[in-house]
Each structure stands twice: as C-alpha cells, then as structure tokens.
Nanobody, 125 residues
Framework: QVQLVESGGGLVQTGGSLRLSCAASGRFFSNNIMAWFRQAPEKEREFVAAVNWSAGYTFYTNAVKGRFTISRDTAKNMVYLQMRSLKPEDTAVYYC??????????????????WGQGTLVRVSS
C-alpha cells in the first residue's frame, strides 16, 4: 500500500503562486498514475491533475489548464503541483493519491478508500 503525505499549502493573494508537494512511500508501480485532487468548502472532492509515474504524461481538469503544472521526481518519490495565477475559487484542501489508470483517477477516485490529511490552500481576493 502507498502512503502519501501532502505539504506546501498556505495563504496567498489572487494571482500568486504556490507549489504543493506529495511524498510517496510504500509499494507502487511504474504504470501507476499519481494525481492531485481538491475539496473546496461545502463541495465534493474533485480531480485536478495527474501524471503517469514512469512515462510522465499529464492530464488536467479544464479549470486549471495553463495555470497548474503537475510533475514527479521518481528518484525522490515526490509529486508536485505548481500552481500559478491562483484564484479565490482555487481555495480548497488539496490531496494527492494514486490510481491504476487515468480513468481511475478522473472518474473512480470517489471509491478510493485511503486519503491523507491534505494541505490547505487559501487564495484571498
């Protein structure tokens, strides 16, 4: 089982930037998909971005395309989410998790049983 610990959240003004980090440990496979999700107050958790662990190809939800960049460092077992041009609607608790496919992380993540504590991102207007 994979353990994931998120960090890097904070308070930032509109238009600012933050970089979130996710430390992964345990057993996962080269074809796994690492992904970021977020849950805004009183809203359901949603998919944000994903990266294939070995090949590095990425996928984003439309709301963050061109502003967020997901990356991974396979040597350090780290996944990052660089967030730029932040907006108040980006305010949420951000979580990372791992799936078996892009379909898994974009449509089946609500079935994921284990989640970390997440890291809070607050964007002030």
């Amino acid at each position: 089982q994979v353990q994931l610990v998120e960090s890097g959240g904070g308070l930032v003004q509109t238009g600012g930037s933050l970089r979130l980090s996710c430390a992964a440990s345990g057993r996962f496979f080269s074809n796994n998909i690492m992904a970021w999700f977020r849950q805004a107050p009183e809203k359901e958790r949603e998919f944000v971005a994903a990266v294939n662990w070995s090949a590095g190809y990425t996928f984003y939800t439309n709301a963050v395309k061109g502003r967020f960049t997901i990356s991974r460092d396979t040597a350090k077992n780290m996944v990052y989410l660089q967030m730029r041009s932040l907006k108040p609607e980006d305010t949420a608790v951000y979580y990372c998790n791992v799936g078996e496919s892009m379909l898994d992380v974009t449509t089946r993540y609500k079935n994921f049983e284990v989640w970390g504590q997440g890291t809070l991102v607050r964007v002030s207007s």
